[in-house]
């Protein structure tokens, strides 16, 4: 694989005046302004933001129709029927508008698909569900942008859809009584960047607003949180708020679902970090839609009988377990077709099925191999004649693009530019990813297959105080949008023999200035094999905490070292 790049942005100017007008240290001006956080009022926003600062529901369009039409169904006693996707912001969101519609009166049930046997999406055929339960009003929630032919069917029965969406519309968009979805041309909302739960949330805004009970909203956005995260959604705008003050809520909660969950997670009256709910509290929600028990996580969030909810979570915890194990199973099988054939050297693009391989769980192994090769990733599963598939792409190259211009070859498809789902015939399978290889080959350059490290600010280790930290802090949460910030340090000294962790993990005892820090190089057990005791290195790493044993540790992660040179130039 190729070494990886260390970019410098050249942002002096602006960071100088940002960092005097906000009287902040020139390096966290430097990482605002590399997140083109460039102006006083939006580092105000950003640094020091409240839930005051929450865009105003109705600026989205659809809301008031939408609004109008859910107060006069749980006025009237109308049923409800909320349609949701399988994934942890769909299941979430199905939670959060379920429970507010009930706190307004409404009389509501829900529908998630089974993902493995139903899949995707609205179909025409779940309008015989909404009869069956004689809803009026049906809503959608982190799907529905595509189900022209559901709505235009339940129009002819007298049932009101509304749709809430984030993801990207087909060609036409469902002539619904209202339709909320940010991306959407017409939408009017400043906020692009919502995940499902997101607009779902903002739904519940306007709602509570219009009724009086706004003081309930910061009790959803605990759900809200995770949803957030576990979307990959960008942590800027809205998002950051949501996420910021939903965290925080989580180290106080009352749900006796959501405390089963976080004692399973070994998070209960701790501070939740956005990896805690990437790693821990997503995965095992994730894990019932992965493996066709949505319905489950649902379920455990209005389960009010203790007993029932820790029976519930140690299900999940089993799934999660599970779902572990198929997806070691399947990188295994996937890299070595990969190693065998020495398809990273051939191909720009890596596209590959099984019969094996579990349609569930393929689209986070595709998320791995895409990391470890740094290029885009595509891996169906075959069943029953069709190829089922999910990729993942680098922030170079469009997936969502690349499956517009190949279509013809699919059944269906949709999803982001870095996250996709698709459907083809297995006899089309050859064709299609001659297609798509073309494509990418087209599209992406050597350049763009090589990983990037864009370094945030260069500090030495004296610099890294409490004062630093708390600053450092102010920036937090970090995710997708607002990663982690890159700092780099040259020519600190390797102190002690580097270690080498289970085989694959590497550690450092690093001095420079007189300062010393731990280094761990999580997946980088290669650089114990070629850095010794005594030499001189220069790093490029994101400062982390932990807690062990009561006490606050502070350590560094790597992202990449290289022995120092004569020449090292310091940005």
């Not at 942005?9 to 960071?15: D, G, K, S």
């Not at 109705?58 to 006069?72: C, E, H, P």
């Not at 997806?327 to 398809?343: H, T």
Request: hydrophobic share 40%.
């Amino acid at each position: 694989m190729n070494e990886a790049i260390w970019i410098y942005p050249t942002n002096t100017e602006l960071a100088e005046t940002l960092s005097k007008e906000m009287e902040i240290p020139i390096e966290i001006a430097r990482i605002l302004v590399n997140r083109n956080i460039t102006d006083r009022d939006t580092a105000q926003s950003f640094l020091y933001g409240t839930l005051d600062n929450l865009q105003d529901p109705f600026l989205m369009s659809g809301m008031r129709a939408a609004v109008d039409r859910l107060r006069n169904a749980c006025l009237r006693g109308e049923k409800i029927v909320i349609f949701g996707d399988y994934d942890v912001d769909g299941v979430l969101s199905v939670v959060i508008l379920t429970r507010a519609l009930q706190a307004l009166g409404g009389d509501v049930d829900y529908f998630i698909p089974n993902r493995l046997s139903q899949g995707y999406g609205i179909k025409p055929s779940y309008l015989d569900i909404v009869l069956e339960k004689k809803a009026q009003v049906v809503v959608s929630v982190d799907c529905g942008i595509k189900a022209v032919e559901f709505v235009e069917r339940a129009k002819t029965h007298g049932v009101d859809v509304i749709i809430t969406d984030h993801h990207l519309p087909g060609a036409d968009l469902p002539q619904a009584l209202a339709v909320l979805d940010p991306v959407i041309q017409d939408s009017a909302y400043p906020d692009k960047y919502l995940a499902g739960i997101g607009v779902a949330f903002k739904l519940i805004q306007a709602l509570f607003e219009e009724d009086g009970r706004a003081e309930l909203l910061p009790h959803y956005l605990k759900l809200v949180s995770i949803g957030t995260v576990a979307d990959v959604v960008a942590l800027r705008g809205e998002n950051r708020l949501f996420v910021k003050f939903g965290l925080k809520g989580l180290e106080n909660v009352s749900n006796p679902g959501l405390k089963k969950l976080l004692d399973i997670c070994q998070l209960s009256g701790k501070k939740v970090s956005v990896g805690d709910v990437g790693f821990r509290i997503g995965p095992r929600i994730n894990a019932a839609g992965r493996m066709g028990k949505a319905d489950l996580a649902v379920r455990l969030f209005f389960t009010k009988n203790v007993e029932e909810c820790h029976s519930m979570v140690q299900e999940l915890d089993q799934l999660n377990s599970k779902r572990r194990n198929v997806e070691g199973k399947i990188f295994s099988q996937a890299l070595k077709m990969i190693k065998n054939r020495s398809l990273e050297k051939k191909y720009k693009i890596l596209v590959l099925g099984s019969e094996n391989w579990h349609r569930g769980v393929i689209g986070i192994v595709a998320s791995k191999l895409k990391e470890l090769f740094h290029r885009p990733v595509l891996l169906f599963a075959l069943v029953d004649g069709k190829a089922l598939g999910s990729g993942r792409s680098i922030k170079e190259f469009s997936l969502i693009d690349c499956l517009h211009a190949n279509k013809s070859f699919c059944l269906n498809h949709g999803g982001h530019t870095l996250a996709v789902g698709c459907e083809l015939t297995i006899e089309n399978m050859d064709a299609f990813r001659s297609a798509v290889t073309s494509y990418a080959e087209s599209k992406i350059s050597d350049e763009d297959l090589k990983k990037k490290i864009i370094i945030d600010a260069h500090i030495d280790f004296d610099q890294i105080d409490s004062g630093f930290l708390d600053y450092l802090s102010l920036l937090s949460p970090f995710g997708v949008g607002n990663s982690k910030p890159i700092f780099m340090t040259q020519k600190a000294e390797v102190v002690l023999e580097p270690k080498k962790l289970k085989g694959k993990h590497s550690k450092f005892l690093l001095k420079h200035n007189e300062r010393v820090f731990e280094a761990l190089g999580w997946g980088k057990g290669d650089l114990a094999d070629t850095i010794c005791k005594g030499e001189l290195v220069d790093i490029a790493y994101s400062i982390q905490t932990s807690v062990y044993l009561g006490e606050e540790k502070l350590n560094l992660s790597l992202e990449d070292m290289k022995k120092s040179t004569i020449t090292s130039p310091i940005p």
